[in-house]
């Protein structure tokens, strides 16, 4: 099982990036995704869910209203845009997988992880 996030990189505030997961070894119609950040110092934190089908979708207070979260289960791939970014939103962005429909925001719930990929948000 692989999951690969892209599409990371340094954007001034205000600015918008688009995330992607792309996922290869497992069904991906069965498994729910999930995407966590992690800032220097902190805890790994939940930002976005979307279950197997997509259509659930949740968000952390934080990201509501900013990120969007979308799946291609066609391509197998999961997107996250984000739009009026701010210098807290710097992180490494993970997506992971879970088998099932059962929404879920908790990391130690998630079967598969990715590598990561870094946002930096900065003028």
């Known amino acids: 099982v692989q999951l690969v996030e892209s599409g990371g990189d340094l954007v001034q505030p205000g600015g918008s990036l688009r995330l992607s997961c792309e996922v290869s070894?497992?069904?991906?119609?069965?498994?729910?995704i999930g995407w966590f950040r992690q800032a220097p110092g902190k805890e790994r934190e939940f930002v976005a869910f979307?279950?197997?089908?997509?259509?659930?979708?949740v968000y952390a207070d934080s990201v509501r209203g900013r990120f969007i979260i979308s799946r291609n289960n066609t391509k197998t791939t999961v997107h996250l845009e984000m739009n009026s970014l701010k210098p807290e939103d710097t992180a490494v962005y993970y997506c992971?997988?879970?088998?099932?429909?059962?929404?879920?925001?908790?990391?130690?719930?998630?079967?598969?992880w990715g590598q990561g990929t870094q946002v930096t948000v900065s003028s």
């Open positions: 070894g497992l069904s991906f119609d069965d498994y729910a």
């Open positions: 992971a997988a879970r088998w099932g429909s059962q929404i879920v925001k908790t990391e130690t719930q998630f079967d598969y």
């Open positions: 979307i279950s197997w089908m997509g259509g659930n979708k």
